[in-house]
């Protein structure tokens, strides 16, 4: 029904423009020191391609990692974590390359991927027994904590974890060493809205101390709208934007009109237009220079989701 | 390293009724028959099967990649796959000589220094087999990895069937310096095997860790 066409394909976002808010974010990023730096990574499968992607995890931030199903995220996870070979780029953690990572700066970092990674037949005891004897900064009594916290069985073995109660498992390890980095892939996916809070909560809860940062990748938008600072936005293996969330969204807003007014609208103001049969909702960028061009349209706020959707199916159709 | 290899006890632990109700059923075999050596071999072999269930359990869980996150270099994730392996095969080793002694002391079957070779032989076997199988493994997994035990299992015999075959046929006739040669290094099996085992293991550490490095997860 709906129709999605973006009038301007080159979608920059990142550099060379000059509005205001885009100086002020720039700043904020050469004076504070970033937990990631990612530069011109690259990664060639036979149908999929990462590239040259480069982007920023700010320390004292959650960066939420959106893109699709198969966008890229869990290959640039990969890449930070030295799990697979890139073909280019440098790759950065907490200041030291990521291919290089001492023992102890490893154990400051926690991971939790998609799936628990524990075997069937432990139980969180084992785990704790077992993550002891890994980590020189393992902390039992935070683990028992997080395991009572998150109402984790003790003696339970893994292969009767729930999903939910798995990934609680994966959190509570992460959070158990004195962690200073949260790289998560997918951690709410598939999660039911009530284990998906809980564990919103307690990702808040680790941020509060301004050292502290986490990369958070999802394709649940609203959970990166609800905890983000920041946001990446990967699409087909190519970075969209990478900016702070307010400025996005207070940056962006959607235009509600008919048809034929699109054509009044000067191009680079638009981002994407949805066509439907009651008329035209359109993205628009620059909101303030906008509003006090055309007074007559009325701009309403926009959504991480509502960006996303129409900055990507934009940028297929061109 | 510590780590990983509590993981792999505690991964092996649920395997522990099945092995006693074997150790209960091998032993009774192997006392009636009179030979305590069937036994020891036997559980030489046991053991050495558990270092492929401890692949397996790693491989289902995808715990590689976890554990290469964590503060373990990949080198130490191999090492402590080659330890488990060495430890197992020696674990089992040792039960089966401890299974022989009894049966020395109680029935007087075998010599001692009988079952501490044969019991020794078995262990490098195993380690032997290991040693051509582990970076199989390390670069295929351990599903993709079967054909090529069922190769490395199968070309030894196969072959000693053809020289055989060849020999029975007439075709081949051994020569009596060759006769000469292998009684002479009878003499110091003793020293030649655990110099094959080590270099075997030496070189077979490196290869599995030079494609452990190159590996993706």
New interface residues.
């Given amino acids: 029904m709906s129709d999605i066409i973006s009038l301007n394909d080159q979608y920059k976002m990142k550099s060379g423009r000059s509005d205001t808010s885009n100086e002020v974010r720039e700043n904020v990023f050469t004076d504070c020191k970033d937990a990631i730096v990612i530069k011109n990574l690259r990664k060639s499968y036979k149908d999929f391609t990462l590239n040259n992607i480069s982007f920023n995890v700010p320390r004292g931030t959650i960066m939420g990692f959106v893109g699709e199903n198969g966008a890229g995220k869990t290959t640039t996870i990969k890449a930070i974590l030295d799990l697979i070979r890139i073909d280019g780029g440098e790759i950065s953690i907490l200041g030291s390359n990521a291919r290089m990572l001492s023992n102890e700066m490893k154990a400051q970092i926690g991971v939790v991927f998609d799936g628990s990674n524990l075997h069937d037949n432990m139980n969180s005891k084992n785990i704790n027994y077992v993550m002891k004897n890994i980590y020189p900064n393992w902390e039992e009594q935070i683990f028992n904590r997080y395991i009572k916290k998150l109402q984790l069985p003790e003696k339970k073995i893994i292969k009767e974890y729930s999903r939910g109660m798995k990934m609680k498992l994966s959190i509570a390890i992460a959070l158990s060493h004195h962690s200073k980095l949260l790289i998560l892939d997918e951690a709410t996916s598939g999660l039911d809205p009530m284990v998906r809070e809980e564990i919103l909560d307690i990702f808040l809860e680790f941020i509060q101390n301004e050292e502290n940062t986490i990369l958070l990748s999802s394709h649940i938008i609203s959970d990166i709208e609800k905890i983000a600072d920041y946001v990446t936005f990967i699409h087909q293996g190519n970075i969209i934007f990478s900016e702070s969330k307010d400025d996005l969204i207070y940056r962006h807003g959607v235009l509600h009109c008919r048809r034929e007014d699109v054509a009044v609208i000067d191009s680079n103001f638009i981002v994407g237009i949805r066509e439907n049969s009651f008329g035209a909702e359109v993205l628009i960028r620059n909101k303030d220079d906008f509003k006090r061009r055309y007074h007559q349209f009325n701009v309403e706020k926009t959504s991480i989701e509502e960006i996303m959707l129409l900055v990507s199916r934009g940028k297929e159709r061109f | 390293m ?3 290899i ?2 792999d006890f ?2 092996l ?2 395997n522990l009724k099945i092995f006693g109700v074997l150790t209960l059923l091998y032993g009774f075999m192997s006392y009636t028959s009179g030979d305590a050596s069937f036994f020891s071999t036997i559980f030489t072999m046991l053991f050495a099967i558990l270092t492929l269930s401890l692949y397996s ?2 491989e ?4 590689d ?2 554990a ?6 990949k080198e130490n994730i191999v090492q402590g796959k080659y330890l488990m392996m060495i430890l197992l095969t020696f674990i089992g080793a040792v039960f089966g000589f401890l299974f022989a002694a009894l049966m020395y002391i109680t029935a007087g079957m075998n010599s001692l220094l009988q079952s501490i070779e044969s019991c020794g032989i078995g262990a490098a076997v195993v380690i032997l087999f290991y040693s051509i199988a582990l970076p199989f493994i390390t670069k295929l997994g351990v599903e993709k990895a079967r054909l090529i035990f069922f190769a490395v299992y199968m070309i030894p015999f196969a072959i000693i069937f053809l020289i055989n075959k060849e020999i029975k046929a007439g075709k081949l006739v051994i020569s009596d310096n060759f006769v000469e040669l292998v009684n002479y290094l009878e003499r110091y099996l003793g020293i030649i095997i655990p110099v094959v085992v080590l270099l075997a293991l030496g070189i077979s550490y490196t290869i599995s860790l030079n494609i452990y490095r ?1 590996k ?2």
């Fill in positions: 510590k780590g990983l509590l993981k505690i991964n632990k649920k359990y790693d289902m869980a995808k715990w990649g976890y290469i996150t964590m503060p373990i270099s190159h993706e997860f």
